[in-house]
């Protein structure tokens, strides 16, 4: 009878964060598959957990799942977890985790630590939808691209920088969204936790002045706000324009346009008016 593969989250920061689910099945599975052994048994060490564990990273992954799957179908239990949050997100483990699905392998998800979940529920920023876009790319010109296509989008953005190209990122977030809100959460669940909030030429200054930029760092972006509709009756809106020397047809065109008219359903409002 096949194992069970285990997703276990473990802490971004803080040890204490880690759940008694997780540390009970590090305990009983067979072998722990980690993105970096070393970083792994400091946490293991921590909670006296004496079990083998294996290398389950980027530069391993197609090898090493085939591995793990062959150890799984033959009645092995295996916890696959990332140097800090939760498997998959922005780390390894799609690979082993599709392919124990397709050989009949149970999957369970053992929840916990989120960086983008942290920092989104202590930001600020609306939560009702969010779009997270793991790391953003390293080359300039992609990541314009990309914040660019995200300008309009009615949610939260987050995403996660490392701490040398932070300001680099937040140039280009300047560039895309303008003076829109944005967070800076670095360190999360850490000693030196810290959220900094403000346009993204505010941050960029603050991070700017000093000696270095360390840690682990999640930005958060302000979602498009929805422009309020323009309740201003339509003659009057068209009067406005025309003060303000546009010419009378032309400010027609431009109020039907802005509400989804028809230049004669604009006429025709104006010819009511009159009457």
Do not use: W
């Not at 799942?65 to 916890?79: D, T, W, Y």
């Amino acid at each position: 009878m096949p194992g069970q593969l285990y997703l276990v989250a473990t802490p971004i920061g803080n040890l204490e964060d880690i759940t008694y689910r997780a540390v009970r099945v590090l305990r009983e599975v067979s072998v722990i598959a980690c993105e970096d052994t070393r970083q792994t048994r400091k946490l293991l060490d921590h909670f006296q957990i004496q079990k083998p564990t294996v290398s389950y990273h980027e530069h391993n992954e197609a090898e090493r799942a085939a591995e793990l799957v062959a150890r799984l179908l033959a009645g092995e239990s295996i916890a696959l977890v990332s140097d800090a949050g939760m498997p998959l997100v922005s780390d390894p483990g799609y690979r082993l985790v599709r392919a124990a699905i397709d050989n009949g392998v149970a999957v369970q998800p053992i929840p916990g630590p989120s960086a983008s979940l942290t920092a989104l529920a202590a930001s600020g920023l609306p939560t009702d939808a969010f779009h997270f876009g793991g790391f953003l790319p390293a080359k300039p010109t992609q990541r314009a691209k990309l914040l660019e296509s995200l300008a309009n989008e009615e949610a939260t953005l987050i995403f996660y920088e490392a701490p040398h190209r932070v300001l680099e990122a937040l140039d280009s977030i300047a560039a895309a969204f303008g003076p829109r809100r944005v967070v800076v959460a670095r360190e999360l669940t850490k000693i030196h936790e810290e959220f900094l909030r403000g346009t993204a030429g505010e941050i960029r200054s603050q991070l700017e002045s000093r000696d270095s930029i360390r840690g682990e760092i999640t930005i958060l972006i302000a979602k498009a706000e929805t422009p309020q509709p323009d309740d201003t009756p339509i003659p009057e809106a068209v009067e406005i324009l025309v003060q303000l020397g546009v010419p009378r047809m032309d400010a027609i065109k431009e109020v039907a346009r802005s509400r989804g008219l028809s230049k004669r359903e604009v006429y025709d409002q104006i010819l009511k008016e009159k009457q």
